[in-house]
């Protein structure tokens, strides 16, 4: 069977982090969202009404869970509580963004892992498969003991630079831990890759930056899965310069741009940062310098290979 054609009937649902994508993902597998409404109390309590029976379908709820994260994952819990107790036949997860992934291991003593509680609170809440794209870490999957497909942003974002036609590229790696990424990005592009050596802690600004490889003359592409405050790809690509990059792009999966993001990419040599669009950028935080590509192609293939009982493993090199 076709994954243009459905096996039988399913219905996909759009929580509030990221109603455009979920409209975009259901569009391209042919139907509608599903009917829902989300109402918030003066005491800041959330309450989900569900306007349509999901009696024995199968059932998709798509919502990142970013800022603010903590409303858009209590969203995610109370709809899937409803769905459970509304005779769902399964229900089915699309997590673009999963937020919490970068607590995924315990650094010092008495910290939580909290990146694992969250994926037992959207077990126990009823969730029969999580879809996500680029978890911050791979090994997410296993917090998991319900199936987990995880798909890759890299082709969506190396397919738009192959097409821009940049000359002398070498992809970057911000940090030794990115190398696999920036691996597998300029492997698409047909690139070398370098590496920036980052002495001293990730979340000060002006730690020790140094250079691995030649980017001299060159133009270099910055390569993260999220991108934050925006501190370490700016900080980066100052320094690609200021070691005789010719130009400097970045790009990343997730486009977080907390706190001043918006101004570190500005003030920084960065002429363009390509992101997806996993989560929404706010009007005060968009620039001229963002372009964002759309990852609901490869969701809404994912979902119906998913609902068909196709493989989803041709997706993961899409």
Request: proline share 4%; charged share 25%; with cysteine.
């Amino acid at each position: 069977m076709s994954t243009n054609e459905l096996k039988d009937e399913m219905k996909v649902f759009s929580l509030s982090s990221n109603r455009s994508l979920a409209s975009e993902i259901a569009n391209h597998i042919g139907g509608e969202l599903g009917k829902c409404s989300i109402k918030t109390f003066s005491d800041g309590e959330i309450q989900i009404n569900i306007e349509e029976s999901v009696r024995g379908y199968d059932t998709y709820i798509i919502q990142s869970t970013d800022d603010p994260s903590d409303q858009h994952i209590m969203e995610l819990l109370i709809m899937l509580d409803a769905f459970k107790r509304a005779s769902a036949k399964t229900v089915n997860v699309v997590i673009p963004y999963y937020g919490y992934a970068r607590q995924d291991r315990k650094t010092k003593s008495r910290e939580p892992i909290t990146a694992k509680l969250i994926a037992d609170l959207i077990e126990k809440a009823g969730a029969s498969r999580v879809i996500s794209m680029d978890l911050h870490a791979t090994q997410t999957q296993g917090f998991f003991n319900i199936p987990v497909d995880h798909l890759n942003g890299i082709p969506i974002l190396a397919s738009y630079f192959s097409d821009k036609k940049l000359e002398d590229v070498v992809v970057v790696a911000p940090d030794h831990g990115s190398v696999k990424r920036a691996r597998q990005f300029a492997d698409r592009i047909h690139a070398p890759i370098a590496i920036l050596d980052r002495r001293g802690p990730r979340d000060v600004e002006h730690s020790e930056l140094s250079v691995v490889g030649d980017i001299k003359n060159k133009t270099a592409i910055l390569i993260d899965d999220i991108i934050d405050t925006g501190r370490r790809v700016s900080t980066g690509a100052a320094a690609l310069v200021a070691n005789g990059a010719k130009d400097v792009y970045a790009t990343c999966t997730h486009p977080v741009l907390s706190g001043i993001a918006t101004e570190n990419i500005m003030r920084s040599p960065i002429k363009e940062l390509v992101v997806t669009n996993t989560i929404v950028i706010p009007e005060d935080k968009w620039t001229d310098k963002i372009t964002q590509l759309s990852t609901a192609p490869l969701f809404s293939d994912a979902i119906k290979r998913v609902h068909n009982e196709e493989p989803v493993s041709p997706l993961f090199n899409y």
